[in-house]
């Protein structure tokens, strides 16, 4: 599991003086972004990982003033997709929860690519110890 802490800013709040929901998938999106590395390069002209869907379940509200941690890990392998979950704790309380769909895509030939069995065994070393890896 992919860990990362950050310090809540004040313009992430809003008038209520918590987090803002628009914030959450930006950290979310902060917190996915070591699995970029497995793939190598990636840009328009070759492949690269496509957001597919993006769900976020608000279950506190985060406060100004206090650190939040942002637990990444991949929930599920498929042929040319996978999700990535996120949950974002403050003061040892889920506060948020995401769910992530990424698609391995081909720009050239506009469609989804296969995970080759090397990408699957390093996205399967970043699994939460207590949730298997649905297939």
């Not at 809540?8 to 972004?33: C, K, M, Q, S």
């Amino acid at each position: 599991m992919l860990t990362e802490d950050f310090k809540v800013r004040f313009y992430e709040t809003d008038a209520l003086g918590h987090v803002n929901n628009t914030v959450i998938p930006g950290w979310i999106e902060t917190g996915r972004l070591p699995i970029f590395d497995f793939f190598g390069e990636m840009s328009p002209e070759t492949q690269s990982l496509i957001v597919a869907r993006l769900e976020v379940d608000f279950l506190l509200p985060i406060y100004f003033g206090g650190h939040v941690t942002v637990k990444t890990y991949v929930s599920r392998l498929g042929g040319s997709s996978f999700d990535i979950t996120t949950e974002i704790w403050q003061k040892d309380k889920m506060c948020a929860k995401g769910k992530t769909v990424l698609v391995y895509f081909d720009y050239q030939q506009e469609r989804s690519v296969k995970l080759s069995q090397q990408l699957k065994e390093r996205l399967s070393t970043i699994t939460h110890p207590e949730h298997p890896l649905d297939a």
